[in-house]
């Protein structure tokens, strides 16, 4: 009898647990299936607005996610405008333009590359090391070498502008490995603030195909005047971008280093399959950062871009000033202004 009594027990939680797994999981679409209205793109920054054109071309005739996200990161990628991504990105304190990035599919596969010198298009290498090695990063000399023999072409990411901009920082900046002196642009103000606007930045791009797969990619020349050998959040899965198919897609920007410590995109997804829309997951995270470093958090940038299964998107960062781009059938490429924890103004 007191067997039975308690496998009564035992059977009476497992029906209420599995209830309430069904309430959560029944908010998420199954695999392949979309709930929403039609394809989507949603970019990090101002800069996402162009990057979204291109990944439009190929969502809006029915084109796989994939490579929407890699014909979108390209578009600031070759930009030598952009000091924040590829051709033309700040360099390290030594003068070397290192390129971190990484890219996923719908079917949890990733690459990425990181402190990869010599060629603009760092994403579509991701691209190739996920699809063409059996690894998941390669890095430096070796990602540079992997790049050429799948045909890159090696050339000098090192603008005139930036070169220039990197010659007037050493003037003004001791040359050693003191911490934080990578962030002195110009003189510490809230514009220059570590992993701000100016320095330094990242494309995270998301998109949400008519198949209803997601897939995402993530690209920078990273922290301006950083030391040389420095790589960031953006070319490790979990940190700079993660996906889901079954849940949705996260991407960041902002400091590496503080969402590398937390793990951040695999957060917000892992928020979002607990049932929370993409804006409270992103939320959560970066509450995260607050709650262990309250004064560091108060110094820095750091956000989250989101998209779930039903292309529902949201964000929130650090502090305001990060904005976002998204591009549906409904919303024709619009600029967003993220949601921010402290009201400092990076801009």
């Given at each position: 009898m007191q067997n039975r009594r308690k496998f009564l027990q035992t059977a009476a939680w497992g029906t209420a647990i599995l209830s309430m797994n069904k309430s959560v999981l029944a908010r998420i679409p199954s695999p392949g299936v979309s709930a929403s209205a039609g394809p989507l793109v949603v970019s990090t920054w101002d800069f996402g607005v162009p990057a979204n054109i291109a990944a439009w071309k190929i969502l809006s005739q029915g084109g796989r996610a994939l490579d929407a996200v890699e014909a979108g990161a390209r578009v600031p990628e070759a930009d030598p405008n952009n000091q924040s991504v590829g051709l033309g990105g700040l360099p390290d304190?030594?003068?070397?333009?290192?390129?971190?990035?990484?890219?996923?599919?719908?079917?949890?596969?990733?690459?990425?590359?990181?402190?990869?010198?010599?060629?603009?298009?760092?994403?579509?290498?991701?691209?190739?090391?996920?699809?063409?090695?059996?690894?998941?990063?390669?890095?430096?000399?070796?990602?540079?070498?992997?790049?050429?023999?799948?045909?890159?072409?090696?050339?000098?990411?090192?603008?005139?502008?930036?070169?220039?901009?990197?010659?007037?920082?050493?003037?003004?900046?001791?040359?050693?490995?003191?911490?934080?002196?990578?962030?002195?642009?110009?003189?510490?103000?809230?514009?220059?603030?570590?992993?701000?606007?100016?320095?330094?930045?990242?494309?995270?791009?998301?998109?949400?195909?008519?198949?209803?797969?997601?897939?995402?990619?993530?690209?920078?020349?990273?922290?301006?005047?950083?030391?040389?050998?420095?790589v960031g959040d953006s070319p490790i899965l979990g940190d700079g971008l993660y996906v889901d198919n079954e849940v949705g897609a996260a991407t960041s920007t902002g400091l590496g280093e503080a969402n590398m410590k937390i793990v951040g995109t695999s957060v917000v997804v892992e928020m979002m399959r607990q049932g929370h829309s993409p804006e409270e997951a992103c939320r959560i995270a970066i509450e995260r950062v607050i709650k262990k470093w309250p004064d560091w958090a108060k110094q820095i940038q750091l956000g989250y871009l989101a998209v779930n299964r039903h292309g529902e998107t949201g964000a929130w960062c650090l502090q305001r000033g990060f904005n976002y781009a998204v591009y549906s059938n409904a919303i024709p490429n619009k600029l967003f202004d993220c949601k921010s924890s402290f009201e400092t103004s990076i801009q």
């Amino acid at each position: 009898m007191q067997n039975r009594r308690k496998f009564l027990q035992t059977a009476a939680w497992g029906t209420a647990i599995l209830s309430m797994n069904k309430s959560v999981l029944a908010r998420i679409p199954s695999p392949g299936v979309s709930a929403s209205a039609g394809p989507l793109v949603v970019s990090t920054w101002d800069f996402g607005v162009p990057a979204n054109i291109a990944a439009w071309k190929i969502l809006s005739q029915g084109g796989r996610a994939l490579d929407a996200v890699e014909a979108g990161a390209r578009v600031p990628e070759a930009d030598p405008n952009n000091q924040s991504v590829g051709l033309g990105g700040l360099p390290d304190r030594d003068g070397h333009v290192t390129l971190d990035a990484c890219i996923m599919d719908e079917h949890g596969n990733g690459g990425g590359v990181g402190c990869l010198e010599h060629i603009v298009h760092a994403v579509s290498v991701a691209r190739a090391v996920m699809e063409k090695t059996p690894h998941v990063l390669l890095v430096g000399e070796g990602a540079l070498q992997f790049a050429l023999s799948q045909g890159f072409k090696k050339e000098n990411l090192l603008t005139p502008k930036s070169r220039k901009d990197w010659k007037k920082w050493l003037k003004t900046s001791q040359y050693q490995p003191i911490i934080n002196i990578e962030n002195k642009l110009g003189g510490r103000d809230t514009a220059n603030m570590p992993g701000g606007k100016h320095n330094h930045d990242t494309i995270g791009i998301l998109a949400l195909d008519s198949r209803g797969n997601l897939s995402g990619a993530c690209t920078t020349s990273g922290l301006a005047f950083k030391m040389h050998g420095r790589v960031g959040d953006s070319p490790i899965l979990g940190d700079g971008l993660y996906v889901d198919n079954e849940v949705g897609a996260a991407t960041s920007t902002g400091l590496g280093e503080a969402n590398m410590k937390i793990v951040g995109t695999s957060v917000v997804v892992e928020m979002m399959r607990q049932g929370h829309s993409p804006e409270e997951a992103c939320r959560i995270a970066i509450e995260r950062v607050i709650k262990k470093w309250p004064d560091w958090a108060k110094q820095i940038q750091l956000g989250y871009l989101a998209v779930n299964r039903h292309g529902e998107t949201g964000a929130w960062c650090l502090q305001r000033g990060f904005n976002y781009a998204v591009y549906s059938n409904a919303i024709p490429n619009k600029l967003f202004d993220c949601k921010s924890s402290f009201e400092t103004s990076i801009q």
